[in-house]
């Protein structure tokens, strides 16, 4: 099975500052990569998908990169409306779609 | 308007079965393949269970297999979960959720607002 890692678990920012999490694979995915961020007691929200293309009505300060084993997200500048719980999400091993454990952003 | 809503959680003792369903609106429902995410309280997410577009190919994760089935009707535009011989780690949020693409399995991009079941004597 792939095991999905994330660091940092969490993160405390100011507003406009940049944030990076990354997120890897304990093997190779390509680029079968997403992006999701959750609010407490909500449904997590796609952000990005194939490691980098951004989900329609997402604002463009949300990017990601990599391939293979390492990804990255990236919030250009850090809005009041970006706190929650971001996970990574592999979806090489089909049937088998694993979440990486989440990285709590909080706004200072 | 494009959204998905599931009913049918509540409490429920160990060893009992309860039936989830996740009622489509707003797309055309069979074109796409469905899941079920689910969230034990303060943790993180955990896919358990695929359906394909026609409801022939089915989907479980390794820690729900042989408990959960996994169901729709395209006629009613819903999705089921029937969960049985339930314990306390099945104590969770459960999502049901879109595939992205008619045709794709990258991720999933239509989210349910979830349904609590908490399991307990």
Known sequence: ?108 | EVQLLESGGGLVQPGGSLRLSCAASGFTFSSYGMNWVRQAPGKGLEWVAGVGRSGESTYYADSVKGRFTVSRDNSENTLYLQINSLRAEDTAVYFCARFRLPLGLDSFDLWGQGTLITVSS
């Open chain 1, 1 to 108: 099975d792939i095991q999905m890692t994330q660091s940092p678990s969490s993160v405390s920012a100011s507003v406009g500052d940049r944030v990076t999490i990354t997120c890897r694979a304990s093997q190779d995915i390509r680029n079968w990569l997403a992006w999701y961020q959750q609010k407490e007691g909500k449904a997590p929200k796609l952000l990005i998908y194939a490691a980098s293309t951004l989900q329609s009505g997402v604002p463009s300060r949300f990017s990601g990169s990599g391939s293979g084993t390492d990804f990255t997200l990236t919030i250009s500048s850090l809005h009041p409306d970006d706190f929650g719980t971001y996970y990574c999400l592999q979806s090489t091993t089909v049937p088998a779609w694993t979440f990486g454990p989440g990285t709590h952003v909080e706004i200072k």
